[in-house]
């Protein structure tokens, strides 16, 4: 995948119940010829928009009984990076998860304080 700001591609992992559906989908006779994944509803659009990717969340994140307001797009992405980060304590693994050249950029986006640092500092003795 191509990160839109940079161009530069991203790795990322897909666990294997979702590798079966996607196979499964694009194996469908309206995937046939279609070069992306979810194709647009309308001739003129070869992909679903943003738009209809994010209404596509809320309706995910409704029919689940969640607030549709505490989660979109963006948060969904951010999500398992902060697991990562969380558990492990590694902001060079999730740096890489999330394709940022500069450390800075991936402290800001998941909110890491001195705090955090001091924690992991103190959890490892040596």
């Known amino acids: 995948v191509l990160q839109s700001k940079t161009q530069k591609p991203v790795r990322f992992e897909i ?3 979702t590798r079966t559906s996607v196979m499964k989908w694009m194996e469908d ?17 070869l992909h679903i928009s943003t738009r209809q990717y994010a209404r596509i969340v809320r309706n995910w994140v409704s ?43 991936t402290v800001r986006y998941l909110g890491v304080e001195l705090e955090d640092a001091l924690a992991i500092s103190e959890a490892i003795e040596i």
């Open 63 to 105: 029919s689940i009984g969640l607030e549709v307001t505490a989660y979109g797009t963006h948060s969904m992405r951010r999500t398992k990076v902060t697991q990562i980060y969380k558990k492990t304590g590694n902001l060079r693994a999730v740096q890489l998860l999330l394709g940022h050249t500069k450390m800075d950029s």
């Open 15 to 17: 666990s294997e119940g």
């Open 29 to 45: 006779p309206l995937m046939v010829g279609s070069e992306y994944l979810w194709p647009g509803r309308f001739h003129e659009r």
